[in-house]
């Protein structure tokens, strides 16, 4: 069940800030109690839950979800982050234009990965950074990131296009402005990327469709 809005005088756009942690491997009940694990996580406000996820246009990789039910991963806990005072139709403005910087085609297991995501989003909510243990693996990996192949460290785990439901016109005016990168394929197994995508063909994920630029 998502978060209630706060009924009440001057209270009514009140609502709960919750993150929504998931494991992605079995292996995360036995390296959680250490303070480690592979982690997807979402952001859930006003009955929604959005996260991050890639693909390979250069189009909004922020999808919502029902909350605590992300398609895919295995859902762990919830932590409150704190509450903020936001109509939904504000917040779902305030969606669209983060949408415009967290392109699909620019997700980073390493350095921008659905996990930075969800810190940048509660930080700009709340004040509050995530918990540090969801990233912990992301921030070692940087830290050792010479040791780590380059591949790893330039390619984004690719999401299918399906997903979008973005017209024909709004990937090629978005392909004429902006090259998409060509990432070699990290993962050997259909199961890896199982785990660190949506299932193929789900009706339950949305994307979020960013708010077009002025200029």
């Not at 079995?26 to 979402?42: A, D, R, V």
């Not at 996260?51 to 605590?68: C, K, M, N, T, Y």
């Not at 967290?102 to 995530?130: A, E, P, V």
């Not at 990131?145 to 999401?159: A, N």
């Amino acid at each position: 069940m998502g978060a209630e809005s706060t009924s009440g005088s001057g209270q009514g756009n009140e609502t709960q800030v919750f993150l929504n942690v998931y494991d992605l491997t079995p292996i995360n009940n036995y390296t959680y109690l250490f303070g480690l694990g592979i982690f997807h996580s979402g952001i859930e406000v006003h009955g929604k839950e959005y996260g991050f996820g890639a693909h390979d246009f250069p189009l909004s990789g922020v999808f919502e979800v029902e909350p605590r039910n992300c398609p895919g991963f295995l859902y762990r806990n919830s932590i409150q982050l704190g509450k903020i005072n936001m109509p939904p139709s504000e917040f779902r403005t305030f969606m669209e234009d983060m949408a415009s910087e967290y392109h699909g085609d620019t997700y980073q297991l390493i350095s921008k990965n659905c996990n930075h995501f969800t810190d940048d989003l509660s930080r700009r909510l709340t004040g509050r950074h995530i918990p540090g243990w969801v990233n912990r693996l992301a921030r070692l990996g940087a830290f050792c990131s010479c040791l780590l192949p380059e591949s790893l460290k330039v390619t984004s785990v690719k999401q299918l296009s399906e997903y979008h439901e973005y017209s024909d016109e709004d990937v090629e005016d978005s392909m004429s402005s902006t090259s998409c990168q060509e990432s070699p394929k990290v993962y050997d197994t259909d199961q890896e990327k199982h785990l660190l995508s949506p299932p193929r063909g789900s009706s339950e994920v949305v994307f979020v469709k960013e708010a077009k630029s002025n200029s």
